[in-house]
Protein backbone atom coordinates (compact mmCIF):
# COMPACT_ATOMS: atom_id res chain seq x y z
CA UNK A 1 0.00 0.00 0.00
CA UNK A 2 1.24 3.70 -0.71
CA UNK A 3 2.61 5.20 2.01
CA UNK A 4 3.40 1.93 4.25
CA UNK A 5 7.26 0.57 4.10
CA UNK A 6 8.06 -3.09 4.40
CA UNK A 7 8.45 -2.58 8.56
CA UNK A 8 4.96 -0.83 8.97
CA UNK A 9 3.75 -3.53 7.05
CA UNK A 10 4.73 -6.01 9.12
CA UNK A 11 3.91 -4.26 12.52
CA UNK A 12 0.13 -4.00 11.27
CA UNK A 13 0.42 -7.97 9.20
CA UNK A 14 1.23 -9.07 13.19
CA UNK A 15 -1.25 -6.76 14.90
CA UNK A 16 -4.15 -8.13 12.76
CA UNK A 17 -3.12 -11.81 13.22
CA UNK A 18 -3.21 -11.52 16.46
CA UNK A 19 -7.00 -10.26 16.70
CA UNK A 20 -9.66 -12.63 17.11
CA UNK A 21 -11.20 -14.05 14.06
CA UNK A 22 -14.84 -11.80 13.99
CA UNK A 23 -13.26 -8.48 14.40
CA UNK A 24 -10.83 -9.69 11.08
CA UNK A 25 -14.43 -10.16 9.31
CA UNK A 26 -15.56 -6.98 10.65
CA UNK A 27 -12.24 -5.25 9.12
CA UNK A 28 -12.75 -7.24 5.75
CA UNK A 29 -16.84 -6.17 5.66
CA UNK A 30 -15.82 -2.34 6.74
CA UNK A 31 -13.32 -2.17 3.44
CA UNK A 32 -15.77 -4.17 1.15
CA UNK A 33 -18.30 -1.89 2.13
CA UNK A 34 -16.34 1.29 2.08
CA UNK A 35 -15.41 0.61 -0.95
CA UNK A 36 -18.75 0.07 -2.12
CA UNK A 37 -20.41 3.02 -1.00
CA UNK A 38 -18.02 5.77 -1.73
CA UNK A 39 -17.64 6.88 -5.18
CA UNK A 40 -17.47 10.79 -6.43
CA UNK A 41 -19.14 13.72 -6.15
CA UNK A 42 -21.04 14.61 -9.65
CA UNK A 43 -19.66 18.15 -9.71
CA UNK A 44 -16.30 17.94 -8.37
CA UNK A 45 -14.84 14.54 -8.25
CA UNK A 46 -13.75 14.78 -5.09
CA UNK A 47 -14.58 10.76 -3.15
CA UNK A 48 -18.35 11.48 -1.62
CA UNK A 49 -20.94 8.46 -0.26
CA UNK A 50 -23.19 10.84 -2.23
CA UNK A 51 -23.95 12.20 -5.35
CA UNK A 52 -22.68 15.87 -3.96
CA UNK A 53 -19.58 15.70 -1.50
CA UNK A 54 -20.15 18.19 1.28
CA UNK A 55 -18.30 20.96 0.27
CA UNK A 56 -20.25 21.45 -2.73
CA UNK A 57 -23.23 21.16 -0.66
CA UNK A 58 -21.99 23.63 2.18
CA UNK A 59 -24.00 27.16 1.13
CA UNK A 60 -20.76 29.02 3.06
CA UNK A 61 -18.11 28.18 0.60
CA UNK A 62 -17.04 30.45 -2.27
CA UNK A 63 -18.66 28.82 -5.42
CA UNK A 64 -16.88 32.12 -7.46
CA UNK A 65 -13.70 30.25 -6.62
CA UNK A 66 -12.52 26.82 -7.53
CA UNK A 67 -9.55 25.56 -6.86
CA UNK A 68 -7.89 22.31 -9.53
CA UNK A 69 -5.85 19.66 -7.67
CA UNK A 70 -4.67 16.40 -9.21
CA UNK A 71 -6.62 13.76 -6.93
CA UNK A 72 -8.11 13.99 -3.53
CA UNK A 73 -5.49 13.34 -1.27
CA UNK A 74 -4.73 17.05 -2.23
CA UNK A 75 -7.65 18.47 -1.72
CA UNK A 76 -8.19 17.38 1.69
CA UNK A 77 -4.15 18.43 2.21
CA UNK A 78 -5.58 21.78 1.30
CA UNK A 79 -8.39 21.63 3.60
CA UNK A 80 -6.57 20.45 6.62
CA UNK A 81 -4.99 24.64 6.55
CA UNK A 82 -8.68 25.74 7.29
CA UNK A 83 -7.94 28.70 4.91
CA UNK A 84 -9.39 27.69 1.88
CA UNK A 85 -12.93 28.72 1.41
CA UNK A 86 -13.68 27.92 -2.23
CA UNK A 87 -14.91 24.57 -3.97
CA UNK A 88 -12.99 22.30 -5.85
CA UNK A 89 -12.49 20.45 -8.80
CA UNK A 90 -10.70 16.90 -8.73
CA UNK A 91 -9.06 15.97 -11.92
CA UNK A 92 -7.99 12.72 -11.70
CA UNK A 93 -4.31 12.82 -12.27
CA UNK A 94 -2.11 14.49 -14.33
CA UNK A 95 -1.28 14.99 -17.80
CA UNK A 96 1.73 12.90 -18.41
CA UNK A 97 2.12 11.62 -22.06
CA UNK A 98 5.41 9.56 -21.19
CA UNK A 99 2.36 7.20 -18.97
CA UNK A 100 -0.14 7.68 -21.69
CA UNK A 101 -2.50 9.95 -19.85
CA UNK A 102 -3.40 12.43 -21.83
CA UNK A 103 -6.49 15.12 -20.82
CA UNK A 104 -8.99 13.35 -22.21
CA UNK A 105 -8.32 10.34 -19.06
CA UNK A 106 -8.99 12.98 -16.88
CA UNK A 107 -11.66 15.56 -15.77
CA UNK A 108 -10.62 18.36 -17.97
CA UNK A 109 -14.03 18.65 -20.02
CA UNK A 110 -16.17 18.75 -17.54
CA UNK A 111 -13.72 21.61 -15.83
CA UNK A 112 -14.08 23.64 -18.99
CA UNK A 113 -17.90 23.17 -18.77
CA UNK A 114 -18.55 23.56 -14.97
CA UNK A 115 -16.15 27.25 -15.50
CA UNK A 116 -18.08 28.23 -18.53
CA UNK A 117 -21.73 27.04 -16.76
CA UNK A 118 -20.70 28.44 -13.61
CA UNK A 119 -19.32 31.85 -14.06
CA UNK A 120 -16.21 31.20 -11.61
CA UNK A 121 -14.55 34.41 -11.04
CA UNK A 122 -11.12 32.84 -10.35
CA UNK A 123 -9.60 29.29 -11.08
CA UNK A 124 -6.37 28.06 -9.01
CA UNK A 125 -4.32 25.55 -9.89
CA UNK A 126 -2.65 23.45 -7.09
CA UNK A 127 -0.63 21.05 -9.13
CA UNK A 128 2.32 19.27 -8.34
CA UNK A 129 5.53 21.36 -9.40
CA UNK A 130 6.54 18.34 -11.57
CA UNK A 131 7.00 17.85 -15.16
CA UNK A 132 3.35 16.54 -15.37
CA UNK A 133 2.01 19.45 -13.08
CA UNK A 134 3.35 22.09 -15.06
CA UNK A 135 2.42 20.49 -18.66
CA UNK A 136 -1.15 19.94 -16.65
CA UNK A 137 -1.30 23.93 -15.47
CA UNK A 138 -0.28 25.25 -19.04
CA UNK A 139 -2.46 23.40 -20.50
CA UNK A 140 -5.89 24.20 -18.40
CA UNK A 141 -4.27 27.66 -18.42
CA UNK A 142 -4.61 28.17 -22.13
CA UNK A 143 -8.59 26.86 -22.29
CA UNK A 144 -9.77 28.49 -18.89
CA UNK A 145 -8.43 32.03 -19.85
CA UNK A 146 -10.81 32.87 -22.02
CA UNK A 147 -13.57 31.98 -19.47
CA UNK A 148 -11.84 33.83 -16.80
CA UNK A 149 -8.20 34.72 -14.06
CA UNK A 150 -6.57 31.95 -13.70
CA UNK A 151 -3.89 31.55 -10.94
CA UNK A 152 -1.54 28.64 -9.97
CA UNK A 153 -0.53 28.36 -6.21
CA UNK A 154 3.14 29.63 -4.84
CA UNK A 155 6.08 27.35 -4.75
CA UNK A 156 9.09 27.83 -2.33
CA UNK A 157 10.50 26.81 0.33
CA UNK A 158 9.32 24.85 3.21
CA UNK A 159 8.79 26.55 6.62
CA UNK A 160 11.55 25.50 8.61
CA UNK A 161 13.77 24.49 5.75
CA UNK A 162 17.65 25.46 5.43
CA UNK A 163 18.69 27.56 1.83
CA UNK A 164 21.55 25.52 1.53
CA UNK A 165 19.62 22.52 1.10
CA UNK A 166 17.29 23.47 -1.32
CA UNK A 167 17.69 22.95 -5.01
CA UNK A 168 18.01 25.11 -7.88
CA UNK A 169 14.80 25.03 -9.00
CA UNK A 170 13.06 25.19 -5.39
CA UNK A 171 14.98 28.93 -5.41
CA UNK A 172 14.12 29.98 -8.34
CA UNK A 173 10.49 29.12 -7.72
CA UNK A 174 10.89 31.20 -4.20
CA UNK A 175 12.42 34.22 -5.51
CA UNK A 176 9.06 33.85 -8.41
CA UNK A 177 6.68 33.64 -6.24
CA UNK A 178 7.94 36.42 -3.93
CA UNK A 179 5.75 38.85 -2.15
CA UNK A 180 5.84 42.49 -0.83
CA UNK A 181 6.37 42.97 3.37
CA UNK A 182 3.08 45.32 4.50
Known sequence: MPGIGPRTAQRLALYLLRQPEERIHAFANALVNAR?????CQKCFHLSAEAECEICKNPARNKDLL???ADSRDLLALERTREYKGVYH???GLISPMDGIGPELLQVSTLVKRVDNDETKEVILALTPSVEGDTT???LARLLRPFTKVSRIAYGLPVGSELEYADE????RALEGRRAMD
Open 36 to 40: KQVGQ
Open 67 to 69: CVV
Open 90 to 92: VLG
Open 137 to 139: SLY
Open 169 to 172: VTLT
